[in-house]
């Protein structure tokens, strides 16, 4: 076992606690747009510049390869949003994520007492996401203290969570946990995989039509998400 500060590692786990970024207001060289052809997940757009959280999967190479340094990651991790618009980072504009809460069903109100279930669904998902949902309930973040934690069966749960890109062979796993859920339910989508598709979204083997049917409530954005994105998001929704 070994201490990161002894292999020189810090700056290696600084970066992956990194998240929200920011567009400075610094004018771009012209005719650039190197951030958007590098970029893996296809998240960013110019004219205006934009970054949509939905399909970014933080690799921060926007970042390395600025020529001018426009684009800043931040530690903010309070980045979740009940709207896919409400992900996406303008340049020129006070982009604060946030959840709406004049967008909350009122139906997801009437469920949560003291107590939030959830039902975890990995959709074609590398893992990474489920690594962080269950590091949520450890003793570093415990949300279990919010009442809120993950169930085995989805007739004992008030909500699914699906992490992955919806791929075929999941997509009967996936609805046939949101029909067992009883009613009233939330979806949250976690992880840039679960929002857009990430890396993966333009792939034939995915199957993500079920979306139109599941409405989510909640994005959690990331590759994968930090625990307290998660927990904070989720708290968020439930007005706690």
């Not at 201490?3 to 020189?8: L, N």
């Not at 996401?129 to 949300?143: H, I, K, R, T, Y």
Request: charged share 25%.
């Amino acid at each position: 076992m070994f201490y990161p500060a002894e292999k020189g590692l810090w700056k290696y786990f600084f970066k992956i606690q990194i998240r929200k970024p920011e567009i400075l207001e610094i004018t771009c060289k012209n005719n650039c747009n190197i951030c958007k052809e590098i970029c893996p997940s296809k998240a960013i757009e110019i004219n205006p510049l934009s970054i949509s959280l939905g399909s970014c999967i933080f690799c921060l190479e926007c970042e390395k390869n600025c020529p001018v340094k426009k684009i800043k990651f931040t530690n903010q991790y309070k980045i979740s949003s009940n709207t896919i618009e409400g992900l996406n980072i303008i340049e020129g504009i006070n982009s604060e994520v946030r959840v709406n809460p004049e967008l909350i069903r009122k139906e997801v109100l009437s469920i949560i007492g003291r107590s939030l279930k959830l039902r975890l669904v990995s959709a074609g998902s590398c893992n990474g996401c489920e690594l962080e949902l269950n590091a949520s309930g450890n003793v570093n973040f415990d949300m279990g203290r919010y009442g809120i934690e993950f169930v085995a069966s989805p007739r004992h749960a008030d909500g699914l969570v699906i992490t992955g890109p919806i791929t075929e062979n999941s997509l009967d796993a996936v609805r046939l946990t949101y029909e067992a859920i009883p009613e009233p339910k939330i979806v949250i989508m976690v992880g840039a995989c679960a929002i857009s598709g990430g890396i993966f979204k333009e792939s034939p083997a995915l199957r993500r039509e079920i979306i139109d049917k599941l409405k989510p409530d909640l994005y959690v954005p990331g590759c994968p998400p930090h625990p307290l994105t998660f927990i904070n998001g989720v708290l968020d929704l439930i007005k706690k």
